[in-house]
Nanobody
Framework: QVQLVESGGGLVQAGGSLRLSCAAS????????MGWFRQPPGKEREFVAR????????YYADSVKGRFTISRDNAKNTVYLQMNSLKPEDTAVYYC???????????????????WGQGTQVTVSS
């Protein structure tokens, strides 16, 4: 089992940057796929990015490709989401998620992940 705690959210102007962190408990962090999702106000939770155990494989939603970067440091039990060129439409609560087995075909679904953090608010002003 793993527990996840996000941090790094806040208020930023359009065009700015933020780096979110997700700290995980447990000694088996390196065996989990990690994902980032977000939930805009009044909308459903949506996939943002996923990273493999080693960090060698990453995937992104089309809406963030080229602007966001997911990475992980297994020695620190932490996954990151670097967000650049932020837009007002990026405003959402951002969640990290974990699971031992997340395939390419299911990675965009919230059902593919068993463990979730509490979320961190990101607000982008225009």
């Amino acid at each position: 089992q793993v527990q996840l705690v996000e941090s790094g959210g806040g208020l930023v102007q359009a065009g700015g940057s933020l780096r979110l962190s997700c700290a995980a408990s447990g000694r088996t962090f390196g065996s989990y796929y990690m994902g980032w999702f977000r939930q805009p106000p009044g909308k459903e939770r949506e996939f943002v990015a996923r990273i493999s155990w080693s960090g060698g494989s990453t995937y992104y939603a089309d809406s963030v490709k080229g602007r966001f970067t997911i990475s992980r440091d297994n020695a620190k039990n932490t996954v990151y989401l670097q967000m650049n060129s932020l837009k007002p439409e990026d405003t959402a609560v951002y969640y990290c998620a974990a699971d031992r087995d997340v395939s390419i075909t299911t990675m965009t679904s919230t059902k593919a992940y068993d463990y979730w953090g509490q979320g961190t608010q990101v607000t982008v002003s225009s």
